[in-house]
């Protein structure tokens, strides 16, 4: 295991190295410069701005450099704001939406267990049809709707809770809940089908004739072989929510990391691209290891590290 | 009495029965295959059955509605803009005074492509993918999880942008720039559920028997892993249809005056405040689309499991 677990992190270090350098050059030919109204500016302090940003030299040389600098630890300095090392603008904005995140994953995720334990044990019944009914409700109903609605009537008409801001708890409630809904849908989803499946299987009516109560044979014996699905899908979920959401940040005004990306890709700040690129995806890399390590302590029989042994 | 009348009995008064051993072990009444028996048991579920007839009427409305009145998707009549009733204009105008009744039946259309397009790249790259990840375990899947952590991990909108720059904007390049992350979550979902399967009884089983890696993966682990496919599917659909409505809000989508359910959303939420009902009508099919999907979906599984089988 040991030996699996060091394996699989020289594989992430490759991983992330080749994100890296794909991205970097396709960044490169994105259109535009990163340079505002570069065609007013004379071309010797134009010539200046780029030497000082090292974006004189061809691009790979540009990559070494940027690689070089990665090595140190140094992310570079932003080209949108002046001065500011992208590491800063990072930690900046990652607080408010790991925050947000985590809240929605957790809530999502519990209540999505509770619904779909329902629809699966009641299936045919109102009860499961309800949960349908909030599942669909919750994928096709786009998650900046759902933003704005809470926002308005919660926020605004009815005046229950902050409808924007960042500060106190409070605030960060209505947001969180408007990114729920997609994990309240997927989890509930995946573990209605799965949890169906082996109600049917032989070992359940083992579990049921030796005399254990409904709820445990549910929750020791059938909960545990349903949940690969949606702990797969929770790993990229997981990341993409703590990396925080454009539309949900912008409604609710929450100065969160969402924004960032989208922003510095317009303007072709090609430190901070990179910079979000590489935090993205190493939790993206960690998070698919997450999950096949969890893989294994869900069910024993599945063994990753071959079987070598 | 008794024995009198076996002495009767001569040999000449029997006869032997025509009987073929054949014909006893043959089984009674029609055959029925596989397939024959999901059908059988989709038709006896009534909501799958409303849920497909519905999928059917949307399709139908998609190619009829759009003719049903005289405006075209892209008429505008500024004489008449976001007006709720506005004389034939049934569901109304937007901001350009373009009729929304037709604009949504045409939406619609565009957007049912999308989600045949957006499933079929699941169902053709991502299924396989996984299946052969999962399977083959060890070195394969290593490379092959790797090459999903890349792409996953390259940000999606400079390749959207990059092909923006190579490709005219219509439904071509919406296709391939779907197939180029679309199909991940699928892959990983079967890989899940295939590395799940494969060290299970039955397969050991399939296996001592001497049934070959195709016949392994086809007949005995597939059929276990497609309830979570059909799942997986239900929620490629509407990210595809939003992932189209991202896409044209940067440029690579349809092109404008044309529309899609993704787009009419996008567009009403602009007006959410002012004229809320720009969002609901739109909002409303895709929800029914969605519902009928799943409808047809539960539908599906249910008639599909072999263990439900009788």
Redesign the interface.
């Known amino acids: 295991m040991g030996r699996y677990i060091i394996q699989r992190l020289i594989?992430m270090l490759?991983?992330?190295w080749?994100?890296i350098t794909?991205?970097f050059f396709?960044?490169h030919?994105?259109?535009g410069s990163p340079l505002k109204n570069e065609h007013k500016i004379p071309p010797e302090i134009k010539e200046a701005i780029l030497k000082q940003y090292g974006l004189d030299q061809p691009v790979p040389v540009q990559y070494l450099q940027y690689l070089g600098n990665l090595m140190t630890g140094d992310l570079g300095a932003s080209f949108q704001y002046n001065g500011r090392s992208v590491t800063s603008l990072i930690m900046e904005g990652f607080p408010a939406s790991l925050q947000l995140g985590i809240q929605a994953i957790v809530f999502g995720t519990l209540f999505g267990l509770f619904l779909g334990c329902i629809a699966a044990l009641k299936q045919g019944t109102w009860m499961d049809n309800a949960t349908?009914?909030i599942?669909?409700?919750g994928?096709?109903?786009?998650s900046?709707?759902m933003a704005?609605l809470l926002s308005?009537f919660v926020g605004v008409k009815w005046g229950i809770l902050p409808p924007g801001l960042w500060g106190s708890f409070a605030h960060s409630i209505l947001p969180s809940l408007a990114l729920s809904f997609l994990v309240i849908a997927?989890i509930s989803?995946?573990i209605r089908?799965?949890l169906?499946?082996v109600l049917?299987q032989d070992y359940m009516k083992t579990a049921k004739a030796k005399g254990l109560s409904r709820s445990t044979t549910v929750t020791r014996h059938a909960l545990r072989n349903a949940l690969?699905?949606a702990?797969?899908?929770l790993g990229?979920l997981t990341v993409q929510l703590i990396t925080g959401s454009l539309v949900v940040e912008k409604i609710f005004s929450v100065p969160g990391m969402g924004w960032m990306?989208?922003n510095s890709?317009k303007v072709n700040d090609y430190t901070a691209?990179m910079g979000?690129?590489i935090f993205?995806?190493a939790l993206?890399?960690l998070s698919?290891f997450i999950?096949d390590l969890l893989?294994g302590m869900i069910?024993p029989?599945?063994?990753?590290a071959?079987g070598k042994e | 009495m008794a024995s009198s009348s076996t002495e009767n009995l001569t040999p000449e008064m029997f006869e032997p029965v025509d009987s073929d051993v054949n014909e006893q072990e043959a089984l009674r009444g029609t055959r029925v295959s596989f397939w024959q028996d999901v059908w059988f048991r989709f038709r006896s579920n009534k909501g799958a059955l409303i849920g497909m007839l519905l999928i059917l009427a949307i399709g139908v409305m998609a190619i009829v509605g759009p003719l049903m009145n005289s405006y075209s998707y892209s008429e505008q009549d500024y004489s008449a803009t976001n007006q709720i009733f506005a004389g034939d204009h049934w569901l109304g105008t937007d901001k350009f005074g373009r009729d929304l009744w037709t604009r949504i039946w045409y939406g619609a259309g565009i957007s049912l492509i999308i989600a045949f397009l957006a499933a079929a790249i699941d169902l053709i790259i991502g299924v396989p993918y996984g299946c052969i990840s999962g399977y083959c375990g060890g070195k394969v899947d290593n490379w092959m999880q790797r090459i999903i952590e890349v792409l996953y991990g390259i940000p999606n909108l400079i390749m959207m942008i990059l092909l923006l720059i190579w490709l005219d904007r219509g439904i071509f390049a919406i296709a391939l720039a779907m197939s180029i992350t679309g199909w991940v979550a699928m892959a990983r979902i079967v890989r899940g559920q295939i590395l799940k399967a494969k060290n299970q009884e039955y397969v050991l089983a399939a296996r001592s028997l001497g049934a070959s890696h195709g016949r392994l993966l086809l007949k005995h682990m597939f059929p276990n892993v497609l309830s979570a496919v059909i799942v997986t599917i239900m929620f490629t659909i509407p990210t595809a249809i939003f992932f189209e409505a991202f896409l044209g809000f940067i440029g690579l989508g349809i092109r404008p005056p044309q529309a899609s359910l993704g787009v009419l959303i996008n567009d009403g939420f602009e007006m959410l405040r002012l004229f809320p009902y720009q969002i609901f009508y739109p909002a409303a099919v895709l929800s029914l689309l969605m519902f009928s999907f799943n409808l047809v979906g539960d539908g599906l599984r249910d008639a599909l499991d072999p263990k439900l089988r009788r």
């Open positions: 594989y490759i991983t992330i080749v994100i794909v991205t396709l960044m030919n994105l259109p349908t009914v599942a669909v409700l994928i096709s109903v786009p900046f709707v704005a308005y997927t989803r995946y089908t799965e169906l499946e049917g690969i699905p702990v797969t899908v990229p990306f989208v890709i691209i979000v690129t993205y995806g993206i890399v698919m999950v893989y069910d029989r599945i063994r990753l071959d």
